[in-house]
T-cell receptor
Framework: KAGVTQTPRYLIKTRGQQVTLSCSPI?????VSWYQQTPGQGLQFLFEYFSETQRNKGNFPGRFSGRQFSNSRSEMNVSTLELGDSALYLCASSLVGAEAFFGQGTRLTVV | AQKITQTQPGMFVQEKEAVTLDCTYD???????LFWYKQPSSGEMIFLIY??????QNATEGRYSLNFQKARKSANLVISASQLGDSAMYFCAMRVIQGAQKLVFGQGTRLTINP
């Protein structure tokens, strides 16, 4: 059974650009959540999608957005990138109420 | 607000020894779940063990066990017979909304196993 797949694994962007990260959940998992991990702030919840609907949202500016498709794949987008957006972005999928399984993450560097 | 506290930034343990990683939590919810994840240098978060707030028995998964003390609001992870491959960051997390998948994480403990 394939795990959670995140693409790309590494990304370098320039300030002011936008970026889209992709997450393919484990087959059958309808819940997909996103987290940002930085050395200073640790792991912070961004948002969760379930059946194409955003179910929860963390305390991030509107530049961070996401969506989920009918096949449960999810994308997150960050517009007008700032240096502080440099982080490891982790995606997790789960069955309803069960443990979350994480992907290997996308490491974003903003220069 | 929900909060997870891990007071040990780093721990060094000899191979084959048992190790306990501390985790305390704060929530006013009666129903919650507690998780431990391992993060090797590759970055992936690996699920280790889960404890529900209403579970009467401490959770165990192979070499991992969770010492759950509800009154003290602690959920310590115990790794028996540590191995070199156990060297990694360990995160304690809490699910704060029943059914949803919003996790609050602690700051983590970096565990180093010495040969």
């Amino acid at each position: 059974k394939a795990g959670v797949t995140q693409t790309p694994r590494y990304l370098i962007k320039t300030r002011g650009q936008q970026v889209t990260l992709s997450c393919s959940p484990i087959s059958g998992h309808r819940s997909v959540s996103w987290y940002q991990q930085t050395p200073g702030q640790g792991l912070q919840f961004l948002f969760e999608y379930f059946s194409e609907t955003q179910r929860n949202k963390g305390n991030f500016p509107g530049r961070f957005s996401g969506r989920q498709f009918s096949n449960s794949r999810s994308e997150m987008n960050v517009s007008t990138l700032e240096l502080g957006d440099s982080a490891l972005y982790l995606c997790a999928s789960s069955l309803v109420g069960a443990e979350a399984f994480f992907g290997q993450g996308t490491r974003l560097t903003v220069v | 607000a929900q909060k997870i506290t891990q007071t040990q930034p780093g721990m060094f343990v000899q191979e084959k020894e048992a190790v306990t990683l501390d985790c305390t939590y704060d929530t006013s919810d009666q129903s919650y779940g507690l998780f431990w994840y391992k993060q090797p240098s590759s970055g992936e978060m690996i699920f280790l063990i889960y404890q529900g707030s209403y579970d009467e028995q401490n959770a165990t998964e192979g070499r991992y066990s969770l010492n759950f003390q509800k009154a003290r609001k602690s959920a310590n992870l115990v790794i028996s017979a540590s191995q070199l491959g156990d060297s990694a960051m360990y995160f304690c997390a809490m699910r704060v909304i029943q059914g949803a998948q919003k996790l609050v994480f602690g700051q983590g403990t970096r565990l180093t196993i010495n040969p």
